[in-house]
Structures are given as C-alpha cells and as structure tokens.
C-alpha cells in the first residue's frame, strides 16, 4: 500500500507537536471529542431537514474507551462520517493552513493554546499517540476507510469493514519517558475530569464504561465491582446555564476553546431574553485585536444556534460594523431550523435580536468605562478607532450609540478623557469644545496656537488619528456644544479690548498686509493679526470646510490622488512678537526684504502645521542670505 506523505506545512506542525513544545498535551481529549460533536452536529442538522435520515437526538453518542492493557484509547462517534477524499482533505493537511504562520508562533510562549488558535486539532493526537488509526464510514455510505499514521512517516488510507456509520479514532498512546507519563490518559479518574474541564457543555452525550465499587455492609465480604457506560458530561451548553451556576473561569475557558483565542477576554455578557425576541446570547469582548482585524479578510459575526442547534458559523448581520470585534452567539427559539442565508437577512426576529445586542454590547462597554477605567482603556487601545470610523461611515447615524464611548487624549492631564468629562469640565464662558490635529501628542503641544488656548484655561481633546476630525466633522456637536478646531480663522478667544486693540492695529497695517499676501502669490487667502500667538511669530489658520489637517489626509489617499484638496489659508502674526516690529520697520524701508522675510514666515507656519515647505530650495537660499 502506497504512503502518503503530509502537506509540506502539516509536516511541519506534526514535528512541531511531535517534539513537543506544546505543555497541555491532554487537550488532544478535548479536539477529539468537539471533532466528534462536530460531526454529529452535521448529521444532526441533516435529520431536522432531511426526514429520511430516521435519527432521533437521543440516538446520538460520543463514546470513550481506555484500554490499559493494549494502551490504547479508543473515540467513537456516530455522526457523518468522512468520505475517503475528505479523509484526505481533512486529516492530510491543516484546514485552515491560511493562517498558520510560523514566525508568529515562535514569538508566542509556552502556554499560549497553539491548536486552539490554528484549528488544527486533530494533529494534537500526536502529541501522546504513537499511531493513530481512523475508522470511517460516511452516512449513507456502503463503504468505510481506515487511515493510519504515526506522524512522522506519512498516512495510508484503505478501504475497511466498519459496522453503522460516523467514525471511530484509535490513538496507539506513547511510551512512558522520564518526563512524560502517557498513562495518565488512560486513567479513568483522569478522563472523567478532563472531559469536565474541557467538553461539559458538548451537547451529546460522552459515555464511558466507569468501574464502580460498591463495599458490602458486611466487612469480610469482599468489595464488588461493576462496571456502568456512563454521560461524564452535562450537556446542557453554558449559555442555557444560570449565571450563578457559572464561575469567570468558566466562561473564560469556554471563549478560548470555541473562538480559538489563546487570550481570556476582557469582558463578557450573559443574557437571556424574553419578550418581542426570546433568546440567550453569550458575547465576549476580547482583549486582543485578531492579527488580520484591520484588513479586509477580517468577518465579523456571531454564531447562531437555532435552540440548540448550530445553523451558521458566522451571521454578520447580528453585530453592526463598529463592534465587529465582539465574539460570541445567540441560541433564539424563534427561528426557523432550515431558513436560508437569504431569509435570514430579512427576517424580522433577527434584526430585532441584533438591536438588542448591540444595546447590550453598549451598555456593557460603558459599565467597563465607568467601574473599571483602566481595562476600558486598554479596549479602547485596541479596538476604539472602530467607533470612530463608525460614525463617519454611518455619517453620524452610529451617534448616540458611539458618543459617550469616545476618548481622545487631552491638554488636561495628557491622558485620555470623555467628551463628557470634557463638558463636565468646560469654563463658564466657553462656548465650543476645542481640538487640535497633529501626527503626535508632542507635535501638537508643539502648535503655536495651543499656549494662548490654553492660557485662556480652555481644556483641548488633542486628534493624532486620521478619521479623528472627519468623525467629529459629521458628529457635528456634542450635547449642544459644537468642535472648534484651535486652527480654525475664527477662533474668538479675546475680550473686547483686546478686541478693540487688535481692529485698531489691523487698520494701521492693513497696506502691509495686503503687500505680504501678494508676496505669496496666492498662496494664501489673507495676512492678518493673529488672536490666538501668545509666544510665537506666526501660525496658519484655515477658512471653509476643509481644514489643514483634513488636506494632509485626504490629499495622502490614493483615490484623490491627481485631485489636489486645498484647505483656504491664511498667515496669522503676532502683533506683540519682535519680528512683528521688524516687519513693519521692513514695510517702510525695504520691501523686498520684506518679501523674503513674508516667504520665510509662510515656510515656518507651514513646517509648524506639518505640511511640507512648497520650494524647499528657496527657502534654503534665503535663510543662508540671512546668515551671510
Ligand atoms: P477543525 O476541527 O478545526 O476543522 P481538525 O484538525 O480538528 O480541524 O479536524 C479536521 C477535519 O477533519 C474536520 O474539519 C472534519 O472535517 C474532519 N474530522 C475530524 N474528526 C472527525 C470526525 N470524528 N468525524 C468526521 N469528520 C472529522
Ligand atoms: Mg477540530
């Protein structure tokens, strides 16, 4: 019989599990038996639509045995089965090799669950099996095949006699080596516990002949000894358990086994639901952003459980784009066993069921933000740029959901702040709740513009993000106070006499300034005296729509490319600053120094916004002129 070599990546796996870097070998009891409940379900499912199929829920079993003697440990289930060609698809290479990547798992450490995050859990059997033998027989079918390996040599697959259908698993246990007792595998006290640990909420039953022993009341009577095929589990799945029954750890290790993270999440959220839409939903928040959840690969959804019974792996239309991050399922009663992806979309419970879970992710999110502040931060960490885009996209639709979940970093203290800590916190005179953009927390302290605001005591949410300011553009205001960019033309920071002051200075030099703005040849809209420069000589401001800093990123997106946005500028001067004096002693006695001087501060203001200086070579040739 010809042997079969693994795919070039199972290969590598099976030497990576062979030798064994991998501590939690036991959890190969725990792949077996989901792999076996998986293939029950299928059959399962097929008996609800399928009439012919003749199977009752009861009639389905995962059964266990431990042979000591022979040292093998036997798993049978009577579910589909698997044809020969899926007998090599499905055992011959990994099946989701897409993500296996090898880098990323030698950076991860010892007791990170590799098989969980790969789903690649039938290779763990060569973690404590030296050969491992499959038995098959699909439903329906006439024919069994039996595969065998001891990992390291390849497979073989030939037909078999096999009696009923599904599919039975021998593992061939290891010997014995100083460091490792396979034994324990074989133990029945070791196997009920593990199925505890790992597989109670299966939903069928796994039964396993147990040895009791009863002592007679009669103490020279010898103790007897029988033996019952026992359910180790308890079936019910933990959603349909009482909250009180359940410890975090259970939901924990139920998260890192069904979703494949190796990560506890952050949070989850047990509810049940009676009323328009009765249903339990079990959703997590997890601690970590999945390594492609920022691509487009990425598929957002929710397990769906038709009670009990899995009818789609991901139903996307349950969770809103903003928490695509959420984990988790609903088991609903009122939906139907064979509906179709199609009807799904346009079903009435289903939508009804995703406003209550996304009301709920809410308001489990703000509860975290309220009681726990530190542990939202990190959520926000990884997963807050999603509200942002959120409401962009849903142009402000996304609001009321998203508005109190945002957090910016600010001029307070530094540290992420509220849009409602911020108004809880805004002077009696302010008006607007300030912000300004900048690539970092340093480049903005850095703005000109942001000592005066600051001196005036007004506190400013600092933007380093790109969809920031797009966001709060369509957000529009925020309980009635409306954003103002601290760049902004129109910033209305003085009293009236300084107000006075600055109209009356701006009639002396209005000649000036109109000589400067023609220096710059259209570059910008306006020179004019600047209200915001405590200590600086100069900054930009925009006036229109479209800010400066929107101009950076919308100008950076391929799709505009050859489209150039402008954001309509003016130079800003400090009318108490030296240069300012300088500048007017220029106006009398020299104006083409002046005009070198008016390009110089345009360059300035430029490079302090963080936009390029336009003629670097001019700009260049003229400082030197001023050194030499
Ligand atoms: P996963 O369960 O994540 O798909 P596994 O490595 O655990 O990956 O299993 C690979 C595939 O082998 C399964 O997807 C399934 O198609 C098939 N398989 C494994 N065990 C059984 C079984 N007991 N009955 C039917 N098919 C099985
Ligand atoms: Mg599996």
Redesign the pocket.
């Known amino acids: 019989m010809e042997t079969k070599q693994f795919k070039a990546e199972s290969k590598r796996l099976l030497d990576m599990m062979i030798n064994s870097i991998y501590t939690h070998k036991e959890i190969f009891l725990r ?1 077996l038996i ?3 409940s ?2 029950i379900d299928k059959l399962y499912y097929k008996s609800l639509t399928d009439t012919s199929v003749g199977m009752n829920k009861d009639d389905f079993a995962i059964q266990l045995k431990a042979d000591k003697e022979n040292r093998t440990f036997t798993i049978s ?1 009577n ?4 044809t020969e060609e ?1 007998l090599e698809n ?2 011959g290479t990994i ?1 989701n090799s897409g993500s296996f990547n090898f880098k990323k798992d030698n950076e991860l450490g010892d007791d990170v669950d590799i098989i969980g995050q790969f ?5 763990s059997t060569f973690m404590v099996a030296k050969e491992v033998t499959v038995y ?1 027989k699909p439903y329906g079918s006439e024919k069994a095949w039996k595969w065998q390996s001891n990992g390291v040599d390849g497979y073989t697959v030939e037909e078999c006699g096999k009696d009923g259908f599904g ?1 039975e ?1 021998v593992l061939k246990m290891k010997d014995n080596t100083d460091d490792e007792n396979y034994d324990k595998y074989l133990d029945q006290y070791q196997i009920q516990s593990l199925v505890k640990k790992y597989s109670d909420y299966i939903r069928f039953p796994i039964k396993m002949d147990v040895e009791h022993t009863h002592y007679p009341d009669d103490e020279n009577a010898e103790p007897e000894k029988h033996i019952v095929n026992e359910t180790l589990n308890s079936m019910t799945p933990i959603w349909k358990k009482n909250k009180n029954e359940l410890k975090d750890e259970d939901y924990n290790n139920f998260y890192t086994e069904k979703f494949m993270d190796y990560m506890p999440p952050l949070a989850h959220i047990h509810s049940k639901n009676e009323g328009i839409a009765t249903f339990d939903a079990l959703l997590y928040i997890p601690s970590k952003a999945p390594f492609d959840y920022y691509s487009k690969d990425y598929e957002k959804g929710l397990q769906l459980y038709s009670s009990g019974v899995l009818i789609m792996e991901k139903c996307a239309d349950l969770l809103p784009d903003y928490f695509s991050f959420v984990k988790g399922l609903v088991d609903s009663e009122d939906l139907s066993l064979n509906i179709s992806r199609e009807l799904l979309q346009h079903d009435r419970q289903l939508k009804i069921i995703a406003k209550n879970v996304e009301k709920s992710i809410k308001n489990e999110l703000a509860k975290m933000l309220k009681n726990d502040r530190e542990k939202y931060l990190k959520f926000y960490e990884t997963f807050g740029l999603q509200f942002k885009f959120g409401i962009y996209q849903s142009y402000g639709a996304s609001k009321d959901t998203l508005q109190d979940l945002l957090m910016w970093p600010s001029s307070f203290d530094g540290k992420n702040v509220t849009l409602e800590e911020y108004v809880s916190r805004m002077k009696e005179d302010q008006e607007e709740i300030y912000y300004a953009c900048g690539e970092s927390i340093a480049r903005i302290e850095m703005l000109p513009q942001l000592e005066r605001v600051k001196d005036k005591g007004f506190e400013v949410l600092y933007f380093t993000q790109d969809v920031d300011e797009f966001a709060i553009k369509v957000m529009m205001e925020y309980k009635g106070k409306k954003f103002k960019s601290i760049s902004d033309g129109d910033l209305d920071l003085e009293t009236e006499e300084e107000k006075e002051e600055t109209k009356k200075t701006a009639e002396e030099n209005q000649d000036m300034f109109k000589f400067m703005t023609d220096a710059l040849e259209g570059k910008v809209k306006d020179v004019r005296l600047s209200s915001k420069l405590k200590s600086h000589p100069v900054c930009l401001s925009a006036e229109g729509s479209i800010t400066i800093e929107m101009e950076k990123v919308l100008n950076s997106m391929p799709q505009n490319e050859g489209k150039e946005v402008k954001a309509e500028k003016c130079l800003e001067l400090n009318s108490s600053h030296p240069v300012f004096a300088k500048l007017k002693d220029l106006y009398a006695s020299d104006r083409d120094k002046l005009k070198d001087y008016t390009k110089l501060l345009y360059s300035q203001a430029r490079l302090i916004e963080g936009l390029s200086v336009e003629d670097p070579v001019e700009f260049a040739n003229l400082i030197c002129g001023l050194m030499v």
């Not at 579910?79 to 698997?82: A, Q, T």
């Not at 789903?119 to 290779?123: D, H, K, L, R, S």
């Open positions: 792949e989901s792999n076996a998986d293939a289930d579910g589909i089965g698997m899926e499905n055992l099946a789903g690649v859990g039938f290779y098959t599919t698993i």
